[in-house]
């Protein structure tokens, strides 16, 4: 009996490859070529059109300080959350698991949109609140700049940073702390030659893989970039192949190289940093005693900052959603305000057969396409983890590949080979598009499932008669169960709320929700995308909430 199953991995890899390599491989071509439709004549004239272009320079600038700046800051601010979170006794602890959960199920396109309706110049509601404060009459913020762009997409990445910095911390053994202290160091010495030192792996995978991140950001470039004239790489790339009677979509694959060869090498990095963390483990079987460090006066001041943190990240960008949905135009809360308030703006949003086909689009999708997509990661999953063969290591290797694909690049390339079949407009391109970039979303929870499962129990179904397709259904299914609803509510709520991708294959007939909020930012039209975006956090969290209850089920 062959634990290894040659054939299923064989054809797995082909799968996988197919998904994964193929919109890299068309877009290499694409670069090289003339025309959209035709890969007859090839040339390098795109490479030296795109990268002569004297605007590049100011793009490759704002681009770096927006990947930097923003990267750093949801690092830091992921760090100081989680040392509050783990290390300290810091009141209302379960204030952070909301911080570190609750921002991810929140669009990008629609957290962006909230804060250019909190904070544009003209007449946003908070700088509305400051023209009333005696002395500010003359200040006012404006969102709509590289430094806004900045602080939004760092907020946007700190729970996933977070993700990653508080395992690490939870298992650091406050013993050697606690030994620099009886040397003699303070606090400030102790945190910076003991605690940053040894959690340098974890920080540095978490900076990384949020440079990875805001690499392939569209959302906030696009909804608070574009209006102030501030073009990135990923709005620079999108023009390329939107504007114009004749968009050079081979320009465009030729500078999305450049992007697709980055997010690679850092994924690299990122995978090593992760894979060899062992060398910094301070928990061993003995002498591991947490310890939780008293905040003495500084617990109220903390939880303060902490408190006003969930109310940036949460609370006003949904308020400030919810709040604009219901009036005609952008004013300050008050009487006036309240007066005028309506349902027009959700009526108007379902009266449009446009928005309800971008709705009926999106659930499909979400649904539909996550299921194809667990399925997948789950004989994906299986492999990776119980057969240890080279084979099985490519299979890992192709399938988190997908992790460096910045959404607008791979959304180039397969563009560059759907437009090559039937399938080019349709939803089927959009559903193995979004299977492709986000599989490994659905492959890492139930890989970490598949390892608490003891080989005997699948060696015991199959010495019985049991088909490996049965002794996956009967057996393991049940046992990873959580594993499953984990994957299928990440990939149900990623499509959900997917842009990058969508913004460049999504044809009239195959809109998606995010896709039509774009629309109605661009269109000025804040009401109807309010509304919109409620629905859509909406459906999101019904998502969450129904497939928890179906886990529940079928525990029982």
């Not at 004297?54 to 690092?75: H, M, Q, R």
């Not at 081979?250 to 992760?274: D, K, N, P």
């Not at 049940?478 to 609803?485: A, C, E, H, Q």
Request: glycine share 6%; hydrophobic share 55%.
């Amino acid at each position: 009996m062959n634990r290894n199953h040659p054939r299923l991995t064989w054809a797995l890899i082909a799968l996988v490859a197919l998904l994964t390599l193929t919109p890299v491989l068309m877009l290499l071509l694409g670069s090289f070529s003339e025309g959209l439709t035709s890969f007859g004549a090839f040339t390098a004239s795109k490479y030296v059109l795109a990268y002569t272009d004297p605007y590049l320079l100011e793009v490759v600038g704002n681009t770096a300080i927006f990947v930097i700046g923003s990267s750093l800051f949801a690092t830091v601010l992921a760090l100081f959350l989680s040392y509050l979170n783990i290390r300290t006794n810091i009141p209302f602890k379960p204030i952070f698991v909301v911080l570190a959960i609750v921002p991810m199920m929140i669009p990008h396109v629609l957290f962006a949109a909230s804060w250019a309706l909190l904070l544009n110049p003209s007449n946003g509601v908070l700088n509305q609140v400051l023209q009333l404060v005696p002395g500010l009459q003359g200040v006012s913020l404006n969102i709509y700049s590289l430094s806004g762009m900045v602080f939004v997409e760092g907020l946007l990445n700190m729970p996933v940073a977070y993700l990653i910095i508080a395992p690490a911390m939870s298992a650091f053994d406050s013993a050697l702390e606690e030994a620099s202290r009886v040397s003699g160091a303070g606090v400030w010495q102790t945190l910076r030659r003991v605690t940053l030192p040894v959690l340098r792996p974890a920080i540095l995978a978490a900076l990384i893989l949020s440079i990875v991140r805001v690499l392939a950001a569209y959302a906030v470039p696009r909804v608070l970039g574009t209006p102030g004239g501030v073009d990135v790489l990923a709005t620079y790339l999108f023009e390329m192949i939107s504007t114009g009677f004749a968009p050079d979509y081979g320009q465009a694959a030729a500078l999305g190289m450049s992007m697709l060869s980055a997010s690679i090498v850092l994924i690299v990095v990122y995978r090593a940093l992760t894979a060899h963390g062992e060398k910094f483990v301070t928990v061993s079987g003995r002498g591991f005693r947490p310890s939780v460090i008293d905040l003495k006066r500084a617990r109220l001041p903390l939880l303060i900052i902490v408190g006003l943190l969930s109310l940036v990240m949460i609370v006003i960008p949904v308020l400030q959603l919810f709040y604009t949905s219901l009036i005609p135009y952008a004013m300050v809360p008050g009487p006036r305000a309240f007066s005028l308030m309506s349902w027009k703006n959700w009526t108007d949003v379902f009266a449009e057969e446009t928005t309800l086909r971008a709705l009926r689009n999106s659930i499909f999708l979400a649904t539909v396409g996550a299921t194809l997509g667990v399925l997948l990661s789950l004989f994906v999953a299986y492999i990776v983890v119980k057969a240890r063969t080279v084979a099985a290591t490519l299979l890992e290797t192709l399938t988190f590949l997908a992790f460096s694909f910045p959404g607008i690049v791979i959304g180039i390339g397969f563009m560059w080979f759907f437009v090559q079949t039937p399938l080019y407009a349709t939803l089927t391109a959009l559903l193995l598009a979004y299977i492709a970039a986000y599989l490994p979303y659905g492959v890492r929870p139930l890989a970490s499932a598949f390892v608490q499962v003891h080989a005997h129990l699948e060696e015991s179904s199959l010495v019985c008669g049991a088909s490996m397709l049965t002794t996956m259904r009967r057996i393991i299914a049940p046992i990873i169960l959580p594993g499953l609803v984990s994957a299928w509510i990440l990939m149900a709520t990623m499509f959900m709320r997917e842009l990058t991708v969508s913004v460049v294959l999504s044809r009239p007939g195959t809109e998606v929700l995010a896709v039509r909020i774009l629309d109605y930012a661009d269109d000025g039209l804040w009401g109807k995308l309010s509304a919109l975006g409620i629905v859509m956090i909406l459906i999101s969290t019904a998502l969450v909430l129904a497939a928890q209850w179906v886990g529940r089920w079928a525990r029982r």
